[in-house]
């Protein structure tokens, strides 16, 4: 064969690839093929940051662990945590195998918390203050939907009561209205890096006139596999009482939440509030709160003017002297409700009064009177979409409180079998227009230990939920709020199939 021959064959063939590429992106002039609907599928993988829980010698720490039962996914997963630095070592050494020291070794590779199985929940327990962040990943048949989340009771001293947060997502931005710097309040923002190549964060303050002079906010290296708090007293000198903390990532990714411990009113987590956005719910204020603030921020470059409402059992309500709030760009507002509940539970519910403009909001709750009073925080969440789940439920103080702002809705709410024992239960709930309610959960039979509540939305309007879990120690009420933002279980995978005729055309 000579070259010639070569050469023709080659072009016949480069002739034929073009031919085959042009068939693949030209489109069919009979419209006969058309792309199908994205199917909703498991997600394979979830991965989940817990920040070191206490400064205090006193803390007693539960951790709970829980994914739903989802159709489709992988007949086998695991889902596991383990501390920071155990996550470290195992990073160093590939895959984390056991050491040639005997039981020691394998001892040390014990993972804090492991899944047993979906739909019933796990927990753990740690003490003092030397309990480390913890990094957690889930896959197969864990993934979808899996929740984690990290109570701790301090008996006395600053921030003393029940704090309570929900691991989070790594992510590249978290927004924090409600911070304070003020100085009978210690705010911590929690970084935890779950990867193996160092994260670089800037921290950003802003208070009642605009951004606040740091120090050394910039640039701050988290190494991989590791938690870093920062006191936020120790990043400015000013002393406001109202700040928005603003977290953004250079490169890499971390979990964030802020610790708020008070003095004098106990101490929560507050978590990030949603994205931006002109419109806003948080939802589940308890109805024995005695005082409400809300604290909102826009990060652009206009002024948000927003509507007040509240969400109540009967209906939207506008506060008595709080019907809209004026938040000037890039400082933060703050406006103290008072008793605004009444008794009543109720979300409140901010809409721009003109033109929409990008806000994040938070509200600081507290109840009790006197030195017995205690504080939690509710953020600006996402609906709860097609599911979302609550752990570490318990048979008293569990309140489940579910709003349906803008339009009537349907809810099925499950209660899971208990992590020692007992039987799943299921009850549907009709919210109406503009309510907030306080639903009588139902509770697994024969629970014993903790168990999980799952809200799915069935039909109608966008949900918001919250869980309140309230404990009562030497007379004082603690409590703490987790919002149920959508769980991100499913994820949509357009379909595709392969099509070997256009290689004949």
Not at 137 to 156: C, I, L, M, N, S
Not at 159 to 179: I, K, M, S, Y
Not at 192 to 204: M, R
């Amino acid at each position: 064969m000579n070259r010639t021959t070569l050469s023709l064959i080659a072009g016949v063939t480069a002739l034929a690839a073009v031919t085959g590429l042009a068939a693949l992106t030209t489109p069919d002039a009979s419209g006969a093929n058309t792309a199908k609907a994205a199917a909703e599928l498991p997600v394979e993988r979830t991965s989940l940051v817990c920040p070191a829980p206490s400064i205090s010698d006193l803390a007693e720490t539960t951790y709970s662990s829980f994914t739903p039962v989802t159709k489709g996914t992988a007949s086998d997963g695991r889902a596991e945590l383990q501390s920071a630095a155990q996550e470290k070592g195992d990073a160093a050494d590939g895959k984390g195998e056991k050491g040639e020291k005997g039981d020691d070794a394998g001892k040390a590779d014990k993972p804090v918390l492991e899944g047993k199985e979906p739909g019933t929940p796990v927990g753990g327990d740690a003490s003092g203050a030397d309990s480390p962040a913890l990094i957690g990943t889930a896959d197969g048949k864990f993934a979808p939907g899996w929740t984690v989340q990290e109570t701790t009771e301090v008996a006395a001293g600053t921030g003393r009561g029940l704090q309570g947060v929900n691991c989070t997502a790594p992510d590249t931005e978290f927004w924090f209205p409600g911070a304070s710097t003020a100085p009978d309040r210690t705010d911590y923002v929690h970084l935890t890096n779950p990867d193996d190549s160092a994260a670089v964060v800037d921290i950003e303050l802003y208070g009642k006139d605009g951004a606040l002079e740091t120090t050394v906010g910039e640039g701050i290296t988290v190494q991989p596999h590791s938690g870093e708090p920062i006191l936020l007293s120790t990043l400015t000198s000013e002393k406001q009482d109202n700040v928005t903390v603003h977290v953004s990532v250079r490169s890499g990714r971390v979990g964030a939440s802020v610790q708020a411990l008070d003095d004098k009113l106990g101490g929560d987590w507050l978590a990030a509030s949603a994205d931006p956005a002109g419109s806003l719910v948080l939802p589940g204020i308890p109805k024995d709160a005695t005082s409400v603030r809300l604290v909102a921020f826009t990060p652009g470059d206009a002024d948000a003017d927003l509507k007040v409402r509240l969400a109540s059992p009967s209906g939207l309500i506008t506060p008595a002297g709080n019907e809209t709030l004026h938040v000037k760009a890039g400082m933060t507002s703050a406006v103290d409700l008072g008793d605004v509940m009444q008794g009543e539970a109720g979300s409140l519910v901010l809409t721009p009064t003109d033109r929409s403009v990008p806000v994040v909001a938070a509200v600081r709750v507290v109840r009790g009177k006197g030195d017995k009073q205690e504080t939690a925080f509710i953020p600006a969440s996402r609906a709860v979409g097609t599911r979302a789940t609550a752990v570490d439920n318990r048979a008293k103080g569990t309140t489940l409180s579910v709003t349906a702002p803008f339009g009537a809705a349907e809810v099925k709410v499950t209660a899971s079998a208990g992590s020692e024992g007992g039987a799943a239960a299921s009850k549907s709930y009709t919210v109406k227009s503009g309510t907030t309610q306080d639903v009588a959960v139902p509770v697994p039979s024969g629970l014993k230990g903790t168990y999980a509540l799952t809200v799915e939305s069935v039909s109608g309007g966008p949900v918001y939920a919250s869980r309140t879990l309230a404990v009562t120690e030497d007379g004082v009420a603690g409590f703490t709020v987790q919002t149920l933002p959508d769980d991100r279980g499913m994820v949509a995978v357009p379909e595709a199939d392969e099509d070997l005729s256009v290689l004949q055309k």
